[in-house]
């Protein structure tokens, strides 16, 4: 196995389009995984994770988002002022693995895996964010509801990197929670982020491992966007279990061997009221 | 080979809370672990597995496998030049299977090759063809008659009875319960490793394994290859945990044959899912038990049936039963019993020893048992217990009289005056990580309730039933120095720091230097059943006093006193009169002691067909409570506190004491809420750390101890075993306080989510 490391994004893009059955490893969280596990054999690996065009964020307050470099890491992202200008990305990031992975994994390495349970995922989408993907010959940009196609399927060509996601800063309360057996390091069974945005009174919900890939909660959304008070920050014990209802009849898990689908479907809906509950704290 | 030899202890006495020699380099990474061990022109081994519950083998065809370049050696069952078989109890399991797979993951063939790729393709080119068959995966259809026998030897591995006073007896509160365990892993960190160098010819071999018997494992190794003992010798690698996992022979046989078909060394390792398939497990078990008392609480008469799944080969199934079923009654006075125990062959995995070795599985049921009892009388559960604990002079239901130290009522009271957490629910800083869900933030404090749960155990201590107990310590002194030398495995348990302490109190040396711990001396039995502070620690004290007897008499005839007027005090051997004062190290300068003990505890007996006898030695007790936060609507959990007060007869080093009890009751709690290998059709569904789960720093809750130090006088030291104690009943404990919390029933461990939410 041989390593390439290179440094500017565009000798990345250039070894990439001469090597596209290479992998690339980012924080190599996930690719490192597999190939210990014997499941992928790579002749050849590029490393992104030096790439400075890759580590780095910019905010623009004109155009009200932030554009993150796939290879920011999770321990990055929980810091300020990242973690005041995204919340909810920061909460999902304090969620993944233990110390030592957040050092390492990034957020383009959680959308090259694309599992359901990727707990960057629903932040981005229910933020609507967006994926830019370049090739040594061209660019181009996807909602990232359509780069994630399935399980473990992404719109990435083999040709390609991901280069960046811009995520719109709203103003309004947002966060994730995610359901797992044990208190920390451990794969979602069911999550969810909520994100309010004041300007239009309404309200996002994603939620993961509910299905084949995020699933946003239309039905719930436009239910919170009518019931709830953003002027008094209140919703119903009704409006509540409703939206709940609404969440865990959008999901559609499976059976595996680490939850029932019926407890994935119970336990999101339990996250989605209790996620609106924090946002719209009065009743 | 392992960083602790000839590493000289640091100064400290028994009683002393010194810290253990290898703990830094453990710390920093440095320890060197059998899977770190080396040699020159070494080959890598690798182990081909049965992908099937359930096969007749058809063909076997190595020859793909054979034209790899780099592969030196194949052997299957065809080569194993002695025994075909081995086992701890029984010689049931096969070295290699040959016309038969009983288990997912039973090696077939073994590889040697110039590299761990070159055996990875190697065992893809070997060709097995199998016949697939159904596998019985139900213990019930093994007790009902149903099954066809998978193995010659049957599929009952043993049924025991115990019959003790009136059967027919009952009392006017009846509860029962049927009580069900999951197959938990020992999950150590220092995956199977073994390193084997042949001897020129063929003559023998040296292995250096990390196990937990090194003379154990040279019994069976010799049996399977043909060879005098003597010619297996075995040093104990480093290890990285054992906790059961390594009493049976795992990749032993496999890297020593390879080494001496190929006349190179071999190394071997398992990787982290093939350990899951490579070591047994604890038993999941199914125990119904009814209970009968008088109103007022007292026990009359227990019923039991236990059924523990042993997989597909005997291992230690027939002891792990045994303590099942004469630990029924748990630490109560119970005058009538009738139990039935067996223990079943499956094609599941095998299972064997894990700490607490069948106490585990009885403990959980009669635990749950004492609260619906409790309920039904309308008693506070700790009072119930105590109404029940039993003394010095009860019988168990063995007929086997509690001798010596048994302060349960201590164990309870004391537990039950620890200080409950101060906190509330969130902590004082109400942070929303300290509340079920943890780290994924799924709650807030509004949504979670409180519960506590209280249990209590009784463990046996050392092996039983007859089994020839010992351990063997040489000990030598020159010149102010003590050279220990002892087979017994350090697995992480201490013993290498225990063995120092009791030199230097013994020979009031400060300078002990401990030998490779190896085959190069008699037997010092398993690491295991809470036996090797008793055990070995008696072989040390035994060879220390033998030696500090010898230096006396030299001292006497130098200074004409008499020899049994002299003493130790600090450094100095002293004389009654106090006239005579000289070191221990000037006494001993120019002089040379080297004394061999072996070290015996006293014999037991073996159960009648009626469960009746003297079948264990000796006995140590333990009390839980805990306090857990629940979030019922998604069934999580977070351990808040457990208060234990054990007793441990004398705490020889209590930050070791303190070490064993937080350990054991981290893996308590996993069992409890987390840890459990998913089974279905003979197939694990999680090996991997990914999918079963271990207890992280967040899921362990703050443990306030009492230590309860009533020396006991036939063990050596006064100490009892206290690796097993904090393992039994931390689990009963943290359900019982999830069903406090919940307000239903829980009558299965792991206690899952959907558990909870019903
Ligand atoms: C112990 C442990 C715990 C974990 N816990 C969690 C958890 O709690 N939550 C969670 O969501 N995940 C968890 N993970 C998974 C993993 O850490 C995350 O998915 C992480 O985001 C992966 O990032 P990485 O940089 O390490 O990716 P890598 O492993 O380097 O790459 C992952 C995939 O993405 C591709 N890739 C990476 N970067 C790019 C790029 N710039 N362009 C194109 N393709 C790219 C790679 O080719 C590969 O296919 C855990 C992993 C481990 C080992």
Redesign the interface.
């Known amino acids: 196995m041989n390593a390439l490391v290179p440094t500017q994004l565009d000798e990345a893009l250039r070894v990439i389009g001469t090597h596209p059955d290479a992998l690339v490893v980012a924080g190599g969280t996930d690719a490192m995984v597999e190939i210990n596990?014997?499941h992928r054999r790579p002749r050849m690996v590029i490393a992104v994770n030096r790439v400075a065009e890759l580590r780095s964020w910019t905010y623009d307050p004109a155009g009200a988002t932030v554009r993150i470099g796939a290879a920011v890491t999770y321990s990055e992202l929980m810091e300020s002022p990242l973690a005041e200008l995204i919340p909810a990305l920061a909460?999902a990031s304090?969620?993944v693995g233990?110390p030592q992975i957040r050092n390492a994994g990034t957020l383009g390495g959680n959308l090259g895996t694309c599992s359901p349970a990727g707990d960057g995922l629903p932040v981005l989408a229910a933020l609507g964010a967006v994926v830019h993907l370049a090739s040594a010959t061209r660019e181009r940009s996807l909602p990232v509801s359509d780069f994630m196609v399935g399980v473990k399927r992404t719109a990435l060509e083999a040709d390609e990197l991901i280069t960046a996601i811009t995520i719109p800063v709203l103003a309004g309360w947002q966060?994730?929670?995610?359901?797992?057996?044990?208190?920390?390091?451990?794969?979602?069974?069911a999550?969810a982020c909520l994100a309010t945005d004041v300007t239009t009174s309404s309200v996002r919900l994603a939620v993961g491992s509910v299905g084949p890939t995020i699933i946003r909660c239309a039905d719930a959304e436009a239910f919170a966007g009518e019931s709830v008070s953003f002027a008094r920050r209140s919703a119903t014990p009704a409006t509540v279990a409703r939206f709940g209802e609404l969440a865990a009849a959008a999901s559609h898990p499976i059976d595996d061997?680490?939850?029932?689908a019926?407890?994935r479907r119970?336990?999101v809906g339990?996250?989605a009221s209790?996620l609106l509950?924090?946002a719209f704290p009065n009743d | 080979m392992s960083a602790l030899v000839g590493e000289r202890t640091r100064a400290g006495r028994l009683g002393d809370s010194i810290t253990r020699p290898d703990g830094t380099a453990k710390v920093q990474g440095s320890f060197q672990f059998s899977s770190d061990l080396n040699a020159e022109n070494c080959l890598w081994g690798a182990t081909l597995r049965s992908p099937h519950p359930s096969a007749r083998i058809v063909s076997i065809d190595l020859s793909a496998a054979y034209r790899i370049s780099g592969v030196e050696a194949i052997v299957t069952a065809a080569d194993v030049p002695g025994q075909a078989t081995y086992g701890l109890i029984s010689q049931d399991q096969p070295v290699f299977a040959s016309d038969v797979v009983r288990y997912v993951g039973e090696p077939i063939a073994a590889v040697a090759a110039d590299h761990p790729e070159t055996c990875r393709r190697a065992l893809e080119a070997i060709v097995v063809v199998y016949e697939v068959m159904a596998p019985l995966t139900d213990p019930e259809r093994v007790l009902d008659g149903s099954h066809p026998p998978i193995h010659p030897d049957g599929n009952l591995i043993r049924h025991q009875r115990v019959l003790c006073g009136d059967a027919n007896a009952t009392g006017p509160i009846v509860v029962e319960g049927t009580y069900e365990i999951g197959m938990q892993d020992q999950a150590f960190l220092g995956l199977e490793a073994a390193l084997a160098l042949p001897d020129p010819g063929a003559a023998g071999v040296e292995l250096y394994v990390a196990t937990q018997w090194l003379h154990e494992d040279q019994k069976q190794i010799a049996a399977c290859l043909g060879l005098a003992p003597a010619a297996i010798r075995l040093t104990l690698g480093g290890v990285g945990g054992a906790f059961g996992a390594r009493e049976d022979i795992s990749l032993q046989v496999h890297t020593c044959l390879l080494a001496l078909r190929t006349g190179r060394p071999v190394r071997m390792h398992y990787s982290r899912e093939e350990s899951f398939l490579g070591h047994v497990h604890r038993h999941p078990a199914r125990i119904w038990m009814r209970h009968h008392a008088t109103a007022d609480g007292l026990l009359v008469k227990v019923e039991a049936r236990m059924v523990f799944d042993g997989g597909a080969y005997a291992s230690t199934s027939s002891a792990v039963l045994i303590n099942a079923v004469t630990h029924t009654q748990g630490p109560y006075r119970c005058p009538n019993a009738v139990v039935d125990g067996y223990a079943v062959r499956t094609n599941n995995l095998p299972c064997g020893a894990m700490r607490g070795f069948g106490v585990v599985q009885a403990c959980f049921a009669h635990e749950g048992q004492m609260d619906r009892l409790a309920a039904a009388c309308g008693i506070d559960p700790v009072d119930l217990r105590l109404r029940n604990a039993m003394v010095i002079g009860d019988k168990l239901i063995t007929g086997q009289v509690i001798e010596n130290v048994a302060p349960v009522e201590r164990c309870i009271r004391e537990t039950a005056a620890l200080p409950l957490p101060d906190e509330p629910v969130g902590g004082h800083d109400r942070n929303t990580m300290r509340l079920p869900g943890g780290a994924g933030r799924t709650a807030d404090a509004g949504h979670i309730r409180r519960g506590i749960g209280f249990a209590v155990s009784i463990k046996n201590l050392m092996y039983s039933e007859g089994f020839d107990d010992y351990s063997t310590a040489r000990c030598r002194l020159a010149d102010g120095v003590v050279t220990l030398k002892f087979a017994t495995s350090e697995v992480g348990q201490g013993f290498v720091t225990i063995a120092g302490q009791i030199a230097r109190s013994v020979l009031g040396v400060d300078e002990v230097v401990l030998g490779t711990i190896d085959t190069g001396v008699g037997s010092a039995g398993s690491t295991s059943a809470s036996r090797q502070t008793w055990m070995s620690g008696g072989a040390v004290n035994a060879a220390c006093l033998k030696v500090r007897g010898l230096l006396f008499d030299a001292v006497a005839a130098l200074y004409h006193v008499d020899a049994n007027s002299l003493s130790i005090e600090g450094s100095d051997i002293v004389g009654a009169s106090g006239a005579l004062r000289v070191s221990v190290l000037e006494a001993s300068t120019g002089l040379e002691f080297d004394e061999t003990v072996e070290y015996r505890h006293k014999p037991t007996e073996d159960l009648d067909d009626n469960g009746q006898g003297d079948c264990h030695t000796a006995f140590a007790f333990v009390a839980h409570r805990a306090v857990v936060d629940v979030d019922p609507e998604l069934g999580l959990v977070k351990v808040i506190q457990i208060a234990t007060a054990q007793d441990v007869g004398r705490a020889l080093n209590p930050l070791s004491v303190l070490g064993q009890i937080e350990g054991g009751i981290a893996q308590g709690l996993g069992l409890a809420v987390m840890e459990e290998i998913i089974m279905s059709e003979g197939r694990v569904r999680n090996p991997s750390f990914t999918d079963y789960l271990l207890p992280t720093f967040l899921d362990m809750p703050s443990v306030v101890v009492s230590l309860i130090e009533e020396p006991d006088p036939i063990a050596p030291l006064g100490a009892k075993g206290v690796g097993e104690p904090p393992t039994i009943s931390s689990t009963p404990a943290i359900v019982a306080a999830i069903r406090d919390a919940i307000g239903r029933p829980l009558d299965r461990v792991p206690v899952r989510p959907i558990d909870i939410i019903g």
């Open positions: 596990a014997g909460e304090r969620t233990s966060g994730y929670s995610k359901v797992g057996v044990r208190n920390a390091m451990v794969i979602a069974l999550s061997h680490r939850a029932t019926a407890y119970h336990a339990v996250l209790r509950r924090r």
